[in-house]
T-cell receptor, first 114, second 113 residues
Framework: DVKVTQSSRYLVKRTGEKVFLECVQDMDHENMFWYRQDPGLGLRLIYFSYDVKMKEKGDIPEGYSVSREKKERFSLILESASTNQTSMYLC?????????????FGPGTRLTVL | DQQVKQNSPSLSVQEGRISILNCDYTNSMFDYFLWYKKYPAEGPTFLISISSIKDKNEDGRFTVFLNKSAKHLSLHIVPSQPGDSAVYFCAASVDNYGQNFVFGPGTRLSVLP
């Protein structure tokens, strides 16, 4: 059974703190994604990665960075957390192939920045 | 400017009746569409997809219809069950290899017993 896991389900941090969100997939997928989900806005892409050491900006990368040192792990970093980064963060992965494949999502991390 | 729109934030349907969730898109280059279902405190799960070369795809109680000229797709659930109560996201892609999708804002479906 395919699995995407995220390090924390709930996280509370203070403004200015550095925050690490970890995502691990066990499906040997090349592509990994970080989204944030906000009411009325759906899922917005922050960053994605097609391979180890590779990263691409999504639609809303400001205030975030990522790291992909191993194929199975994709980390999202908030360098200096702000209250407007309070959100649900979702990690996803998918195979890279010549045909379309759905993304598999983790359970999400609800981050609150005080 | 949202490229994928779901204009109904919520929908309530009686158990056993049909649920119709709508999605509109603006980018005519989109050629693959998916529907995801999301329960609270869980990640979205894939439900059904359709390629732009088709106008209908069916999987059990779920059918997706695509009208390319109107840039519109819809998800039909027949018959609706209380367990279908969730948020449904429409997603679209024009990326052949990255599987990079643009998601709509979601519609919350409530199926009433």
């Amino acid at each position: 059974d395919v699995k995407v896991t995220q390090s924390s389900r709930y996280l509370v941090k203070r403004t200015g703190e550095k925050v690490f969100l970890e995502c691990v997939q066990d499906m040997d997928h090349e592509n990994m994604f970080w989204y944030r989900q906000d009411p009325g806005l759906g899922l917005r892409l922050i960053y994605f990665s097609y391979d180890v050491k590779m990263k691409e900006k999504g639609d809303i990368p400001e205030g975030y960075s990522v790291s992909r040192e191993k194929k199975e792990r994709f980390s999202l970093i908030l360098e200096s957390a702000s209250t407007n980064q309070t959100s649900m963060y979702l990690c996803a992965s998918t195979l890279r192939s010549a045909s379309y494949n759905e993304q598999f999502f983790g359970p999400g991390t609800r981050l609150t920045v005080l | 400017d949202q490229q994928v729109k779901q204009n109904s934030p919520s929908l309530s349907v009686q158990e056993g009746r049909i649920s119709i969730l709508n999605c509109d898109y603006t980018n005519s280059m989109f050629d693959y569409f998916l529907w995801y279902k999301k329960y609270p405190a869980e990640g979205p799960t894939f439900l059904i997809s359709i390629s732009s070369i088709k106008d209908k795809n069916e999987d059990g109680r779920f059918t997706v219809f695509l009208n390319k000229s109107a840039k519109h797709l819809s998800l039909h659930i027949v018959p609706s069950q209380p367990g279908d109560s969730a948020v449904y996201f429409c997603a679209a892609s024009v990326d052949n290899y990255g599987q990079n999708f643009v998601f709509g804002p979601g519609t919350r479906l409530s199926v009433l017993p």
